[in-house]
């Protein structure tokens, strides 16, 4: 054998290189740039694992491409001298001047777009580094400009250059730093207070008691200065679209320290309580999503600093501007290009085009962002552009869509479904589900209700523009539904490919990651489920009068839900399922019992479809009463089937968010599994036999615990949840009532004892149901922030005679 194999590369691709390598790196660099601002704003509304990686490499690769093109520019200029300090390089491909030109673009190329700063929470705290960042890059651009004096040609566009650089860069560090959880915490921070000078009051006291006068304490509430604000009370119709921005700003601006974790006092809380409590579900839901917008572009996006105090940031964004304008105007007009190769003037005039467009589009951005829109003073009497914002508005609304479910039921329920277009949505309006017994038999994955198709509701808002709607709406419903039939064979295709060719790879090294590609499904957001959510926390926060209850009611973990609608025999069983076991134990015991009640309940419903009275002659006497019973029960069951696979989804898949309250739900989970794969293998059953696998658990004969047969080793719940299930069917109405509260209570709890960061983080992926819960809870007053009492105690001596 050889010492060693000897390795060969063409003349022609080091030719090939030497010429492309610089303007390759810069464009590849300018591409990254337009990919970012335009499909980084959609992280916060798409919740697919495949946009949030692109959006990653994308957010890594812009900086190291301008910094990898700035090293190049950098090693071309050292290397176009001799010893001596005279050019030894004339070839035309690498003028320096031009070089020298190109180089501050990279550094507006690391200032990056308005549409994202950090990608992560943690980016921001990394300040400091792009601090340096700054430095020396702007040191490497100014190095390369000083190697190509004299410049005759192009120093004045050059430097014009290096200031739009400069300040693209340093905005994308200043959002950095505003952005950091101290930074963040110190601008939310009052000033200290140091109340009432205890000190000087106890002097006097102790001197007038030496001196034997009758001398006692007296201390009243002093009234807090700020109160009056509470006093006009809030509206009580339907909020307009600019009110909801506005409502939601201000509340943003007060409620924006739950992230770092400050506490607030009852005045705020009985204001919001009393806002919130007057408002209906969906205008609610309205709020607190452009809050969490807010809270967005705050955390993630340079919106923090162009709108900076005095109007510093628009000064400087319109400054940069018109520093790439003017660029653009001498390069064209007064400087002579003839010593310059044609593609290099195209590469230039791209760039330049390019800085222009990625700016205009920003500065669009920017007018129509909710930041810009909340500075609208006076909803009443709104300045002439505000019809333009309305507008824009009316499109930022939520969309809903009435659907039917996709298992055929004897009522045919209907449900509004969300369906903004994705563009304009604040957040993904999706829940994401997991199921046990699904994933152990490697079923399919199911959902209750489809997603809107999009063809559709294009199709629709034509015809209701064109006032055709009536007439043609079957045949385009019609359309629609080939269009589905022909795409969907094609996604399936695709998907198969996919699975061939990297699903074993994947799985191999990221388990987890498949799992979730695979099993994970989206279950639409419904309108009915937040109405039931919204009603279930503003009736708890009836009795949230004292920090006390509040922490009490927000610490509940179904016991609320039980003491009303049990009775005394039945609710002790059921507590031990929830409040004498660790909370991820009680989600996985809920998780499987709710599946082996919902699968048989859910095939009674369909098997009845052909005799929608039931057969029996009583209920012929009222057959609308029934049916409206059975509506409301297959909506409870279908509330707490939801809410059963998501918080399993976030128990399995979204660690960080149960961290402080899960313990060891990862363990739990496998165990689980493991004895179900084996229970399921046993009995000889196949993918999709969903409601045949819960038939034969319930079958298990659970006389006696299962603990007691198998020890505590193992930290399965297979057949503990068997025993809740047969509990749960023992009742004999409002079961799935009871059981959709307790999955809101077992919600709840895990959204006030997640870290708070961690819904701050969460709101740049999609965004998660249980961060509503979160910031809906801190609106009703239900947690542990509030504990400043109204004013300071104001204390006098009084001296008796």
């Known amino acids: 054998m050889p010492a060693y194999i000897p390795l060969h590369i063409a003349e022609a691709v080091k030719t090939v290189w030497d010429r492309w390598n610089i303007r390759g790196a810069i464009l590849f660099s300018l591409w990254l740039q337009v990919l970012l601002i335009l499909v980084a704003p959609l992280r916060k509304s798409a919740r697919g694992k495949f946009n949030i990686i692109l959006i990653w490499f994308a957010y890594l690769l812009a900086d190291a491409a301008a910094n990898f093109a700035v090293g190049l520019i950098s090693n071309s200029q050292r290397n176009q001298y001799d010893k001596a300090g005279h050019k030894a390089n004339h070839k035309p491909e690498e003028n320096s001047d031009l070089l020298a030109f190109w180089a501050p673009f990279l550094l507006l190329h690391l200032g990056g777009p308005d549409t994202i700063t950090a990608f992560a929470l943690e980016d921001n705290e990394l300040w400091l ?39 693209k860069y340093g905005e994308r560090t200043f959002a950095l730093y505003k952005a950091s959880l101290d930074k963040f915490r110190d601008s939310m921070l009052k000033d200290p207070d140091a109340g009432p000078n205890y000190a000087k009051l106890m002097e006097e006291y102790d001197f007038k008691k030496k001196n034997k006068l009758p001398t006692q304490i007296s201390s009243t509430l002093e009234p807090d200065k700020e109160a009056k604000a509470s006093d006009i009370p809030p509206k009580t119709d339907r909020l307009k679209d600019l009110e909801v921005v506005h409502y939601a700003y201000k509340y943003f601006k007060t409620f924006k320290g739950l992230v770092v974790d400050l506490i607030f006092s009852f005045r705020e809380r009985d204001e919001s309580r009393d806002f919130f409590k007057r408002r209906e579900p969906e205008d609610a839901l309205r709020v607190i999503e452009v809050e969490l917008n807010f809270l967005y572009g705050t955390l993630y996006t340079k ?4 709108h900076w105090k005095f109007y510093v940031g628009y000064i400087l964004r319109f400054l940069a501007l018109a520093c790439v304008l003017a660029t653009l105007g001498i390069f064209y007009f007064k400087v002579n290009k003839h010593e310059f190769r044609g593609v290099d003037i195209g590469i230039t005039y791209t760039l330049l085009l390019g800085a222009i467009a990625l700016d205009v589009i920003a500065i669009f951005m920017l007018i129509f962002s909710d930041r810009t829109i909340a500075s609208i003073k006076d909803p009443e009497r709104p300045p002439v552009w505000a019809p333009i914002y309305k507008a824009f508005l009316v499109l930022m609304r939520p969309w809903w869509k009435t659907c039917t479910c996709n298992r055929k039921y004897k009522h045919e329920p209907e449900h509004k479904l969300i369906a903004t277009p994705l563009v304009v949505r604040r957040w993904s309006g999706s829940i994401s589900s997991h199921n046990l017994i699904r994933y152990c038999l490697k079923g399919n994955r199911k959902s209750i209700h489809e997603f809107p198709s999009w063809w559709q509701i294009m199709f629709e808002s034509i015809l209701r523009f064109l006032k055709l709607y009536e007439c043609f709406h079957d045949c385009a419903t019609c359309i629609c539904s080939v269009i589905e039939v022909c795409l969907s064979p094609i996604r399936k295709g695709l998907g198969k490919i996919f699975w061939f060719c990297f699903g074993k790879i994947f799985t191999y090294f990221a388990e987890d990651f498949m799992d979730e590609m695979v099993y994970v499904s989206l279950e639409p957001f419904s309108l009915d489920l937040w109405k039931f959510i919204f009603e279930e926390l503003k009736t708890k926060s009836e009795f949230a009068d004292t920090p006390e209850t509040a922490k009490r009611i927000s610490s ?16 002790g069983k059921l507590l031990r399922y929830l409040i004498e076991v660790p909370y991820d134990q009680s989600i996985l015991l809920w998780h499987i019992a709710t599946d082996l009640c919902y699968y048989p309940d859910d095939e009674k419903d369909r098997k009845d479809k052909k005799n929608p009275t039931g057969g029996q002659d009583g209920d012929m006497e009222n057959p609308t009463g029934r049916q409206d019973d059975e509506k409301e029960e297959l909506t409870y069951r279908q509330f707490s089937k ?42 000889g059953l196949h993918p999709n036999q969903d409601k045949k696998a819960c038939e034969e658990l319930l079958d298990v004969r659970t006389d006696v615990g299962p603990q007691e047969v198998k020890g505590d080793r193992s930290k399965s719940v297979l057949f503990d949840a068997c025993m809740l299930a047969k509990e749960l069917n023992k009742m004999q109405k409002n079961k799935w009532k009871i059981m959709s509260k307790v999955w809101v209570e077992l919600v709840s709890y895990a959204a006030s004892h997640c870290r708070a960061s961690t819904h701050a983080a969460d709101v740049s992926q999609g965004g998660e149901l249980i961060t509503f819960f979160w910031l809906l809870m801190a609106h009703f007053g239900l947690g542990e922030q509030f504990q400043i009492n109204e004013g300071h105690a104001r204390a006098k001596l009084i001296v008796g005679k």
Request: charged share 20%; aromatic share 12%.
């Open 129 to 167: 580094r792009h601090f340096l960042g700054l430095g020396f890059q702007a040191g490497a651009v100014v190095y390369v400009f000083i190697q190509s004096l004299p410049n005759k040609n192009l120093w004045v566009p050059t430097l014009l250059m290096l200031v739009a650089g400069m300040i």
């Open 642 to 683: 939801t809410l059963s696979d998501y918080m399993l989804y976030l128990l399995v898949f979204r660690p960080t968010m149960m961290s402080a309250v899960a313990g060891i739900g990862k363990i739990r989970f496998r165990d689980t599994c493991a004895e179900a794969k084996r229970f399921f293998k046993r009995g």
């Open 556 to 571: 509940a973990r179904g016991e609320w839900a039980l003491t009303d609608a049990c009775e005394e025999p039945e609710r």
């Open 303 to 306: 919106v923090e600093v162009l």
